[in-house]
Structures are given as C-alpha cells and as structure tokens.
C-alpha cells in the first residue's frame, strides 16, 4: 500500500506545451517538480529540426523569415510631420531673410517695417501650428520642440532688429562685426542648418544649437 502510494505520488503529470500559440497535448510531462519535454515534438510545433549525435540531441531553429524587415526600436521622425517640419523651416528661412533685409534697410523704410516683419512672423507661426497638429510619435515631439526654440530665436532677433530701427541705431546694419560676431545670429544658422538635415533624414537627434 505504502508503495503504491509513493509511486501515485511520482507518477509523471502530463501538461499541453503550447510555442508561440501552437498547442502540443501532453508533449510536456512534470515529474517532482521539474519540467520534461518531447524534443521531437518541441522541433516539430518550432518547424525546427532535430538530430542526434553521440552523447548530443542538436534542435535547429530556423531563422527569422528571408527579406523580413527588423523592427525598429523606436519610432522615428513619421513622413507627414517630416514634411510640414520642412515646410515651416522654408517660412522661418523667409522671416530670417525679411529680418535681414530690415537690418540693413530698415532705417530707411521707416514706418512700414514693423507690419512687413509681423507677415512674415504670423506665417511662420501659422505653418508651425500646422506642423504641432501632425506630431504623433514620441520623436515628432521632441523634433517639435526643436522648431519651437528656432521659432522663439528668430522672434527674440526680430525684436532686437525692430527696436534697433526705432532707436536708429545703423551699427548693426554697416558694420559687418556685428552679425558675425552676434552669437543669437550663429545660433539661428547653426540650428535651422541642424532641424533640415534631421528632418530630411527622417530620424531625430539633438544639438546644442537648438537650446
């Protein structure tokens, strides 16, 4: 009796092997407490192989599909929002030629200077909102912000430019200097230079130029 009831207590419990959703009834066998399975089985649910060499069981699992694209480990920078970026950096690369312009010519042009800059700033500020709408990966946001600190810049060197002109202050616009020397101005560059080959290349990164 005493025997018959060790062995009830040792006697393998089969269990169903289920690989990736395909079922396999009673392949797996538990046996005091470790896990035992048919490897001719496993390699058949797997499409795998199995063969046997001295003192060896040698299971082949085939590859992942020919031609199967990898999955990328984070999204990228998506097409549409892609675009619209390229789009606002041609209106903010207008307004820049517009604060350009008024710099060396503004002083001259007197009062109409001020709704001219104002256009170019609203259209630059219409395309980015347009451009907010279609971010919807993680990467879109943060190239988003990007655009956001250029946008914020060229509107601190407009403020800059207009009062300038107000004051009649015409250092800026004859003295080459200054522009090249004005580290508000290098960074605008560096930045928009930075946000176009980052959009083109479809995937996001940072710069220093952009904060």
């Known amino acids: 009796m005493f025997a018959g009831a060790a062995f009830a207590q040792n006697a393998p419990e089969k269990k ?3 690989v990736n959703g395909r079922a396999a009834e009673g392949a797996a066998v538990q046996i005091d407490g470790h896990s035992y399975v048919n490897v001719e089985t496993l390699a058949q649910i797997m499409n ?13 699992v085939p590859s992942a599909q020919a031609g199967a694209r990898p999955e990328r480990a984070a999204p990228g920078l998506s097409r549409d929002f892609a675009m619209a970026g390229v789009s606002q950096l041609a209106e903010m690369r207008e ?33 980015l909102s347009q451009t907010a709408l279609v971010a919807k990966t993680e990467s879109d946001q943060k190239a988003l912000q990007l655009l956001k600190n ?11 430019t207009q009062a300038s002109v107000h004051s009649l202050n015409a250092e800026p616009a004859v003295n080459p200097a200054v522009a090249q020397n004005d580290p508000l101005q290098t960074k605008i560059s560096e930045c928009a ?12 990164a940072d710069s220093p130029s952009c904060h």
Request: no cysteine.
């Open 150 to 160: 250029e946008f914020t810049y060229l509107g601190e060197w407009d403020n800059y």
């Open 16 to 18: 169903t092997l289920v």
């Open 193 to 204: 230079n930075f946000l176009n080959a980052m959009l083109v290349g479809g995937e996001f």
């Open 95 to 127: 307004w820049k030629s517009a604060i350009a312009s008024a710099m060396r010519f503004g002083i001259a042009a007197g009062t109409w200077l001020g709704p001219w800059l104002q256009d170019h700033r609203l259209r630059a500020e219409g395309s």
């Open 48 to 60: 795998a192989t199995v063969s046997f060499a001295p003192g060896r069981v040698i299971l082949t």
